[in-house]
């Protein structure tokens, strides 16, 4: 369905935006990028955040092309009480952040950008979902935290692990968006290239 005619360039190294891209029959070389988070003012308002860190990772790689190429990079937060919580320190820090989520909606915010090199054209866009969890039990939490898988994720949980999926009541919005790339969002933006 897309006739891309650049080899796409994923600048993250995250397993679930790979299988994504997979799932929309999208080939692609990986090529993380070295942007890290922590430089990123949480000042800015969550959708400012997660495209400003989006749009700095896809112009990082973007600037180490020497062929033409679209790169692609997405940052997913999660928002609770006007605050931006991110990848968890540890898994205390997980554990806390899981207690907070317990029975109350959150808001998942992926900031999207799309870089063509050479041209340094970027666009971006964000998608937000909200997300309601369930009262989670404190052995659910520690058991979940124990398992490792919430501790390279915003909010300290993924909607498509096994415990992640019973702790999501309901959601508001694009599913994909909680896992790290909303689908919908990013074909459009590819349909839509100057190219």
Same mark, same amino acid.
């Given at each position: 369905?897309? =006739?891309?005619?650049?080899?796409?360039?994923? %600048?993250? @190294?995250?397993? /679930?935006?790979?299988?994504?891209?997979?799932?929309?029959?999208?080939?692609?070389?990986?090529?993380?990028?070295?942007?890290?988070?922590?430089?990123?003012?949480?000042?800015?308002?969550? $959708?400012?955040?997660? &495209?400003?860190?989006? /749009?700095?990772?896809?112009?990082?790689?973007?600037?180490? @092309?020497? #062929?033409?190429?679209?790169?692609? %990079?997405?940052?997913?937060?999660?928002?609770?009480?006007?605050?931006? &919580?991110?990848?968890?320190?540890? %898994?205390?820090? %997980?554990?806390?952040?899981?207690?907070?989520?317990? !029975?109350?909606?959150?808001?998942?915010?992926?900031?999207?950008?799309?870089?063509? !090199?050479? #041209?340094?054209?970027?666009?971006?866009?964000?998608?937000?979902? =909200?997300?309601?969890?369930? !009262?989670? #039990?404190?052995? #659910?939490?520690?058991?979940?935290?124990?398992?490792?898988?919430?501790?390279?994720?915003?909010?300290?949980?993924?909607?498509?692990?096994?415990?992640?999926?019973?702790?999501?009541?309901?959601?508001?919005?694009?599913?994909?968006?909680?896992?790290?790339?909303?689908?919908?969002?990013?074909?459009?933006?590819?349909?839509?290239?100057? $190219?």
């Amino acid at each position: 369905m897309l =006739n891309l005619s650049r080899p796409i360039i994923l %600048a993250s @190294q995250s397993p /679930r935006r790979k299988s994504l891209l997979r799932q929309i029959g999208l080939d692609f070389i990986l090529q993380p990028s070295d942007i890290i988070e922590e430089n990123m003012s949480l000042d800015l308002s969550p $959708i400012d955040y997660s &495209i400003g860190l989006a /749009r700095q990772k896809a112009e990082d790689v973007a600037g180490k @092309q020497k #062929e033409p190429s679209i790169i692609i %990079a997405a940052d997913t937060i999660v928002v609770i009480d006007g605050c931006i &919580i991110n990848k968890p320190r540890d %898994a205390n820090h %997980a554990c806390e952040m899981l207690r907070k989520l317990s !029975s109350r909606t959150h808001t998942v915010y992926t900031g999207l950008a799309i870089a063509l !090199s050479p #041209e340094n054209t970027v666009v971006c866009a964000a998608r937000a979902t =909200n997300v309601t969890f369930r !009262s989670l #039990e404190e052995d #659910e939490i520690k058991d979940y935290v124990a398992t490792g898988s919430p501790l390279d994720k915003a909010g300290a949980y993924g909607i498509q692990d096994d415990f992640g999926a019973v702790f999501v009541e309901r959601i508001e919005g694009c599913y994909y968006n909680i896992v790290g790339l909303p689908l919908e969002l990013l074909y459009r933006m590819l349909r839509e290239l100057p $190219i």
